[in-house]
Structures are given as structure tokens and as C-alpha cells.
């Protein structure tokens, strides 16, 4: 067994009740009632940087949710990471859906069960994690910097202003992040793509009070049914979104690319049946893993109006609103695309209804080259941990801080994540393997064995 | 003065009071949690009929809301009239809305303002204190019963079955109704025709859990995006229902009919003045009083589904929901065409989501000739207390018992309703204007000196 993997063994209870600790904080950002937790938070890994080995450490206020940065300085003219992570999590709501309680964490066959488990609580663990363990056994030969955020989850409202002023402070050669997922765990991948989000609020008005729908029915636009057309009207029977322009900057996927694709370990009927779903729905031509990680797409992620509660109330509304979004890829730009998308909404709303499409954040798709001395490093340290080299692919989900770090401060990011699809991140009983977690800090600990390069 | 309006005006601190307590129990039949007050409400109304002069009443427990029975017997060789209301009422939300609280009515500005204070409280109040006075004046020559339900906003579920089982109880030449109202304070009119309805919650579903949209966007059909898609294709760009078949039954309009429509006092830009909108929305080829009265209508009451808290959740939900409705006419059957709706929705929908389609309830139009003697009374009661002879007009709401007692009793309704539109009934400060109330006791008194003709 390696010195690496035997101190991991050695704490692993301490370093679960660390992770614990954390998760019980319920730093939800998306609310403003959990102020005061962010705070907590945020303060709380301050303490835990200082006490891992972190030279400094400092909670920085923003006028959002403050920011922790720490440092383990060796020499200013070695090569230096940056570890960024977020500290905030999503609402734990639907709450009657849950098995155990979201903030208090359980092991239960072999796996961690709590709001954060995996995003991005448990995965930052995973990095402070390797970061003591490599420290305490001598194996840095680099800076480490430590930056986490409390706004990820609503957007990283502050961290491109914060990253912007503090760009001395920050400065690094890489930035390596755990907030992404493998293919399984029998196929460990890294991420080298990131899609881009932009998300609006959809209001439409109709009439200026909710109205009987027997006494205006027929003669008065529904805000609903209104809501609805716009809606109908954003993706065609083919799956291709078709705002005019919309695909214009989309950089088309290489046949190298969708080769290897075809070779990650993908059934169908497996996908289907996990998901109880007779058949799948997405953009014609394109495979269901390029569908969902190298092409954009639209969700509706919210909608509400009218009566909703139990019976058969008949009303004609007043309004309607929706919660809508849209994935984008290299290199699409989220406020471009943010123009379109409200332009379109506005050019196709009918005369007899008003519509207010009020964008709420986005951010920027990510492309990391596959050779980039960390990544190699990365990819390195995966196969000591993992038994196998991991595979090169691009995911669907969004960390717009990414593309952000890379046009403020001018560096790239490996992104080195543990998560697996079975975690239900965003969701209910959301989950971490705890073998998973384990390989994660012995990956993340190898990783200064490869960096810098000897 | 008429001995009617001195009674009513020496009478009116009494009634007003009595109205108030009649509103002031919450009897809000779409919520179980009233089940309480609707029993109570019940019990008011026999107490209530009992003192103004019935010789008897009962509460009759059914397994929803009971309904009250009373009867005010002659001579059961003189004609009867049937006096049917409703004292179940909407739910009062958003209560947020309200200038006061909506069961303690307030009179401000020359109108009662409370939930029920038209629909249908204040209006069978006239009913019963038209009674009361023409019976105190010695004016009633005819036998007259009273039937008042609790479930006429949920679709009067038992009252049907109530009728089957005590037809002989419930034997009468005619009822008359007060739940209608009049095309404005100074045009008063007589409704002759009521849409009927059919009303469905949909649900679709997707995956079998909430999704990250990120990891899933694009490849898995998300259910509020095919929702919308379904409720889109009810209605064309022409306002028509485009369901197969769903016109087959419609009586279409005479041209008689729509010439004396057309001389309905009507400004368009005040009606949208009044409702804050630029341009209405209705069947292309008919004008707005038809649309809202003689033709169906598809309304969306309620939707709901995904995120609908604070800030900006990504997420790929599993559920959405739909509570709808049509407003049906003269001679569409209420049951063809839920189950045509039902049909046509499972028929458009899309194999990668799963849809449910859940009758909620329905009731059919209905058509009053103007030649029946009970509408001619009505008619001339109308023309003393407003000083106009009243108009002959159908209206777009729906009380779906009404075509069920020509079914099952075999008799006529004549609607005599002093509602107006500006009472926001449905809605958040409905209210009734004190003057037409008085009005309206007036006419229901003054009904007992032209029924049965002398």
C-alpha cells in the first residue's frame, strides 16, 4: 500500500466528520434567508485551511456571499496552483423526497447521502483532503493557492469582479478544480469541456386581474396559453433550437472528437430504463453523449400561474411565468445569446399579450488542451488512483467561473472531477460513493507526485 | 313609493346584516379543510328559511357538501317555483390581492365588498329577501321551493344524483335561479344561455427524477417544455379549437341572434381599457360578445412545475402539471368531449414523456326560450326595479346543474341574475353594488306579482 493511500486510510473518520461538519452548514444561495449560513460558512473553511497547513487564510466580504482565499507559498518562483471550489450548494427542495435529512449526512450502502455530498462539498474535501495528505508527507513541490466561492450555484455573481482585483494575489500557472464528474466508476475520465448557461425569467401578462374564465373565455388572451406558444415555439420537432442565429458561433465537433465519443461505454436501453423513459429526445444527428455535453440545448426549468392548488378552480389569469435556459457550447457568448433569446421572445409574442424576458446569469463554455502539463498530471495521477487512464471527454453541465478565470487572469483549468451520474447532484438524495470519495484525495494527493514534472 | 321598496328600504340595516353573516362562514368548497364550515353554512341557510317564513327545511347530508332544502306550500294545485342557489364559494386566493379581509364584508363606496358578495351569497340573499318581502306584503299565489348546494364551484357533484332520488320533493313548474349577470347597471338583461364546461388536470412526466440539466439537457425530454408543446396545439393562430371533431354539436348561430348582439352597448377600447391590453385575442369571424358567450373557449387555469422559488435553480424536472378548461355551448356534450380532449392529447403526444389526462368535472350548456311565462314574469319584475325592459342575451359562464335539472326534472330555468362585471367575481375584491342589490330584492319581489299571470 502507498504512504499516500495509508494516511488516507488512517483518517478517514476524522476526514468524514470534516466533510460532516461542512454539509451541516446549509449555505443555500439561491435564498436570501441563508445569509447568515453563507457567512458561517465561508468562515468555517478559513478555519480548516489554517488548520490543514495553509500559511494564510481569509474570508473576503463581496456584496454577495463572501470569499475564502488561503495560500501554501514554498517560493514565489515555483510553479503555483489554484484550487478553486463552492462552498454553496443548491435548495434541498423537493424536502418530502428525501430518505434522510439533506444537511445531515449519512453513510448508507457505501455511499454519503446529503445536499453537497458530492457538489461540490464532498469534491472540495476531496482536494483539501489531498492537499493535507501530500503536505504531510512531504510530496509538495508547488504553490498552492485556495480560492472558494459562495455564489456558484446563483452564477458567481462577485467571483469575476473579486478575481479582477485581486489578480496579483491569484496569480498561478494552473487552476485545478473538482466540481465535475467521470463517466462511471469502472471508466474514470477528466473533464476537458464545459458547456456555457444562459437563464432567463419569462413574465407574460394578460389581462390586468384574474379574470372568470366563463365570462371572458374566448374573448381575452390567456397569459398561459401565451406562455405556453412562446415556448413551443423555441425548439422545432428535430430538436434544433431555432432562434435566428442561435448556432452561428458553435464550433463544430470534430470527427476525432465524435470518434471517441463513440467509444465511451454507452447503452441506450441502460440510459433509458434508469431514467424510465421510453425514448429519448434531443437534436437529430447527433448521438445522445454529444447531445447532452457538445451541443446546446433548452430547458424550461421552471414554469407557474393561475390555480394550483387542489380542485378544479376556472380562472383566466392575469399572469404566467417561467424559469427558462439554455446550455451553450465553445464558443457561443452568453449575452449575445441572451439578446437573441429575448429579441426572439419579443419578436414572436403576439400583440394581445406583454412579455418581460429579464435575464438572470450566464457564463461562457470552457475547451482545456489535453496537452497542458497539469492535465497530464491529472490524468497521471487518476490512473495510480483509478487502476486506469482516464478517458478525454467534454460533459454537459456549466461552471461559468471557468471561461471566466480564463479571460480575467489568464489561465487554464484542469478539471478534475469525481462525480458520478448516480450522485444525483441538484436533486434529492443527492449522494457520494464512498470508494469514490476515497480514490478521489489518494488522486488528488498523487497529483503533486506529477507536479510540476520532475 | 311601492309598498316592495318601502318594505326593502325599512328592512335593509336586517338584511345586510344578514347577508354579512351568511359571508362571514368561509364555505370554500374546493378545499377539504372546509368541509367545517360548509356543514355550518348549511345549517345557517335552514335556520335562515325557516324564520323568513318556510313552513319547513332540511339539511340532507350527501358524501360531498349537503344541500338545504325549504318549501313555502299553498296549495299543491297551484303552480311552483323552484328556487335554486349555490352557497359554496371560490377560494379566496391570492388573498394578497384583497383591500379587505375577504369574509368580513365592508360596504365602501356604495358596494359590498367580500368573496361571495355576488357569487352567490349576495344573490341568493335577493332571492330569499324577495321572498321574504312579497310573502310579508301578501303577494305570493304560487307554492315556492328553495334547493341551495355546496359543490356548484367544484361541479355540483351530487346534486344530480339529489334530484334523481327526490324528484317528487323537487316537483315544480319552473326554477329560477339568481347567479347570472346583467350586461351593465344600465342596460339590465336576462340570461338565456350558459356555456357549459369540461375541465382536466394534465400530467406529464419525464424522467423519474429530477434531472440536472446540465448533465441531461438535450438528450432527455423535459416535461414542461412538451407540456407547453401540447398546450399550444389546442388552439390555431385563427382561435380555433383545432380537436377533431369538436365542433360537430355546436348549434351555430341565427342570424337573428347575432343581429340583436350586435346591439348590445359594446366599446371595445373601453373593454380593453378596462382590462389593461392592447388587442384581444378570440375565434377569428366572431365578435367579442359572441366569443365569450355563444362559442367555445380553451383556457389554461393553472400550471405548475420544476423551480418556482427565488433566484435561479437549473434544473431538468420530472413533472408538470396543467389544471384546464373549455367552456362549452349549446348542444356540446359535456362527456364526448372530455373524452375527445383526452383522446387528442394522448394522440400528440410525444413517446418520450408519459401523459395523464384526469377529467376533473363538466356540465353542458343551456338554452332558455323566451316565451316561457316564468321568463315573461321575470322579465316584467325586471322592467319595474330597473326601469328598463331587461335584454335576452346568452352569457359565457357555466352552472352546469342547470342543463342537469331540464334532464333529470324535466324543467326550465329562468336565469335572473343582477351580477355585474365589474363585481370580479372569481377574483380577488368582489364586491356588489348596494344599489343593484336593492334592485335586485325589488325584482324578486315584484316576480310574485306576474307569476303565475293573473
Known amino acids: 500500500m502507498s504512504q499516500i493511500k495509508e494516511y488516507i486510510a488512517a483518517n478517514e473518520p476524522r476526514f468524514?466528520?470534516?466533510?460532516?461538519?461542512?454539509?451541516r452548514i446549509p449555505s443555500v444561495s439561491a435564498k436570501s434567508e441563508h445569509k447568515p449560513d453563507m457567512i458561517r460558512c465561508a468562515e468555517h473553511w478559513k478555519s480548516h485551511l489554517l488548520g490543514v497547513g495553509a500559511q494564510k487564510a481569509e474570508v473576503f466580504p463581496t456584496d454577495g456571499n463572501p470569499i475564502v482565499y488561503g495560500e501554501y507559498i514554498i517560493d514565489a518562483s515555483l510553479p503555483t496552483i489554484l484550487i478553486y471550489a463552492h462552498y454553496d450548494v443548491m435548495p434541498p427542495e423537493p424536502l418530502e423526497l428525501w430518505n434522510s435529512e439533506p444537511f445531515e449526512a449519512v453513510v448508507r450502502d457505501g455511499r454519503i447521502w446529503a445536499r453537497g455530498a458530492d457538489d461540490d462539498k464532498g469534491q472540495s474535501m476531496i482536494q483539501v483532503k489531498g492537499f493535507e495528505t501530500a503536505l504531510k508527507l512531504g510530496l509538495i513541490r508547488c504553490n498552492v493557492k485556495f480560492i472558494f466561492e459562495g455564489e456558484e450555484e446563483i452564477g458567481s455573481t462577485h467571483l469575476e469582479d473579486?478575481?479582477?482585483?485581486?489578480?496579483?494575489?491569484?496569480?498561478?500557472?494552473?487552476?485545478?478544480?473538482?466540481?465535475?464528474?467521470?463517466?462511471?466508476?469502472?471508466?474514470?475520465?477528466?473533464?476537458?469541456?464545459?458547456?456555457?448557461?444562459?437563464?432567463?425569467?419569462?413574465?407574460?401578462?394578460?389581462?390586468n386581474r384574474d379574470l372568470h374564465s366563463g365570462h371572458f373565455g374566448g374573448a381575452v388572451a390567456n397569459p398561459i396559453n401565451e406562455l405556453c406558444k412562446l415556448i413551443a415555439q423555441v425548439v422545432d420537432?428535430?430538436?434544433?433550437?431555432?432562434?435566428?442565429?442561435?448556432?452561428?458561433?458553435?464550433?463544430?465537433?470534430?470527427?476525432?472528437?465524435?470518434?471517441?465519443?463513440?467509444?465511451?461505454?454507452?447503452?441506450?436501453?441502460?440510459?433509458?430504463?434508469?431514467?424510465?423513459?421510453?425514448?429519448?429526445?434531443?437534436?437529430?444527428?447527433?448521438?445522445?453523449?454529444?447531445?447532452?455535453?457538445?451541443?446546446?440545448?433548452?430547458?424550461?426549468?421552471?414554469?407557474w400561474g393561475g390555480y394550483t392548488g387542489e380542485g378544479a378552480k376556472t380562472v383566466l389569469p392575469s399572469k404566467a411565468y417561467a424559469k427558462v435556459s439554455c446550455r451553450l457550447v465553445a464558443?457561443?457568448?452568453?449575452?449575445?445569446?441572451?439578446?437573441?433569446?429575448?429579441?426572439?421572445?419579443?419578436?414572436?409574442?403576439?400583440?394581445?399579450?406583454?412579455?418581460?424576458?429579464?435575464p438572470m446569469h450566464g457564463g461562457e463554455a470552457y475547451l482545456c488542451p489535453i496537452d497542458l502539463p497539469a492535465y497530464q498530471a491529472a490524468e497521471k495521477a487518476c490512473e495510480v488512483a483509478f487502476g486506469k487512464r482516464p478517458l478525454a471527454v467534454r460533459r454537459g453541465g456549466s461552471i461559468p467561473i471557468i471561461a471566466a478565470f480564463e479571460r480575467v487572469l489568464g489561465v487554464k483549468t484542469v478539471l478534475m472531477g469525481f462525480g458520478l451520474e448516480s450522485n444525483a447532484i441538484h436533486s434529492p438524495n443527492e449522494n457520494m460513493r464512498l470508494d469514490i470519495w476515497r480514490k478521489g484525495i489518494e488522486a488528488a494527493a498523487e497529483f503533486y507526485n506529477y507536479f510540476p514534472e520532475r
Chains 1, 2 share one sequence.
Open 16 to 23: 468524514l466528520q470534516e466533510l460532516f461538519d461542512l454539509i
Open 162 to 207: 473579486f478575481c479582477k482585483k485581486h489578480k496579483e494575489m491569484l496569480k498561478s500557472d494552473v487552476i485545478v478544480v473538482s466540481d465535475t464528474s467521470m463517466i462511471s466508476a469502472e471508466t474514470p475520465s477528466l473533464t476537458t469541456g464545459l458547456r456555457g448557461l444562459a437563464y432567463w425569467e419569462i413574465e407574460v401578462t394578460g389581462p
Open 237 to 303: 420537432a428535430d430538436g434544433r433550437i431555432v432562434i435566428p442565429r442561435f448556432y452561428d458561433d458553435v464550433v463544430p465537433m470534430s470527427d476525432e472528437e465524435r470518434n471517441m465519443i463513440a467509444q465511451v461505454p454507452f447503452d441506450e436501453n441502460e440510459y433509458k430504463a434508469a431514467l424510465d423513459v421510453d425514448e429519448l429526445f434531443g437534436e437529430k444527428g447527433y448521438h445522445t453523449l454529444e447531445r447532452n455535453s457538445c451541443r446546446p440545448s433548452f430547458d424550461v426549468c421552471g414554469i
Open 331 to 358: 464558443s457561443q457568448d452568453h449575452e449575445k445569446i441572451s439578446k437573441m433569446f429575448a429579441d426572439y421572445i419579443q419578436s414572436i409574442a403576439p400583440k394581445y399579450i406583454r412579455v418581460q424576458v429579464k
